[in-house]
């Protein structure tokens, strides 16, 4: 990804460069135990108990994303970061639309065809209506499938796609109606935390896949969308974490779908922990 593609976050202080944000923000990641080698990222989904890598006198890292997303306002950001976010937006659903019509893509349409749902959401392209989660899985193999779709190379050598979170926004400010600005929003937020955790956990190194990251950041963007308050933005990310953290082995030797399918089913199961957390 390009330099300008850096999707950085302006907070409330005017004097705050960049360089300065991205430092406080990664010293809050340090703070949790990521930068330190923790062998898991924070999963605070049980009520009472935190994170094993985490201190009583330390925020997590759950928490801090949380925070972020709850308090980020469309006002905050800078008017290149508006830009670069919406050109994200219509390059993203380009690539879903060159991916339509492949093998993959089929499979994952056929499935969401078969489903209905009270509360519905729209494949790309097809007009189909099926379930949340499975519109964010067809939709999220298109945007996959050809590989065209924005890079991210981190500090820690890894490379990935933050635009695969897009497939879980845009279904997830579908079904709420939110507005463009929403939109914009949580597609800045998603590309924030893809890039940045991706920046400070070597993932490629532990043998893990960057789908994982894909889906920290997806339900993070998606339950901003959703309205999750922040407590309920740190249970769905532990049930995220808990649950899909896939491993390098999808893209070793001979290559199946999975390569296709892998950052859509993170998007899938995003959306799904949102709806999990949000429900009482």
Same mark, same amino acid.
């Given at each position: 990804m390009s330099a300008d593609r850096r999707l950085w976050i302006a907070r409330r202080a005017p004097n705050d460069s960049p360089d300065t944000r991205r430092r406080h923000f990664l010293r809050q990641l340090a703070a949790a135990g990521l930068l330190a080698g923790a062998p898991a990222l924070p999963a605070a989904a049980q009520t009472g108990q935190g994170s094993p890598a985490v201190g009583r006198d330390r925020v997590s890292l759950a928490e801090t994303l949380a925070r972020y997303a709850t308090e980020l306002r469309y006002e905050d950001l800078p008017e290149d970061v508006i830009r670069i976010a919406k050109r994200s937006i219509l390059d993203t659903i380009g690539c879903a639309f060159g991916g339509y019509t492949a093998g993959p893509s089929k499979i994952a349409i056929k499935l969401a065809s078969d489903v209905s749902s009270r509360h519905p959401a729209t494949v790309l392209f097809s007009g189909i209506k099926t379930s949340p989660d499975l519109a964010v899985f067809a939709n999220g193999v298109m945007i996959r499938y050809l590989d065209f779709n924005d890079a991210f190379v981190s500090l820690t050598h890894g490379a990935g796609h933050p635009s695969d979170t897009i497939a879980a926004l845009l279904t997830s400010a579908e079904i709420n109606a939110r507005s463009g600005r929403d939109l914009v929003t949580a597609t800045v937020l998603a590309y924030e935390v893809f890039s940045k955790i991706a920046d400070v956990f070597d993932y490629l190194g532990n043998g893990i896949d960057h789908s994982t990251i894909t889906g920290i950041a997806a339900v993070v963007g998606a339950g901003r969308l959703m309205g999750?308050?922040? *407590? *309920?933005?740190?249970? #769905? %990310? @532990? %049930?995220?974490? @808990? @649950? =899909?953290? #896939?491993?390098?082995? @999808?893209? #070793? !030797?001979?290559?199946? =779908?999975? $390569?296709? &399918? #892998?950052? +859509? !089913?993170?998007?899938? $199961?995003? %959306? &799904?922990? +949102?709806?999990?957390?949000?429900?009482?």
């Open positions: 999750l308050t922040a *407590q *309920q933005m740190v249970h #769905a %990310i @532990g %049930i995220t974490v @808990g @649950g =899909n953290t #896939a491993t390098r082995q @999808g893209r #070793a !030797d001979e290559l199946s =779908n999975w $390569k296709a &399918f #892998a950052a +859509a !089913d993170a998007c899938r $199961k995003a %959306i &799904f922990a +949102a709806q999990l957390a949000q429900t009482e």
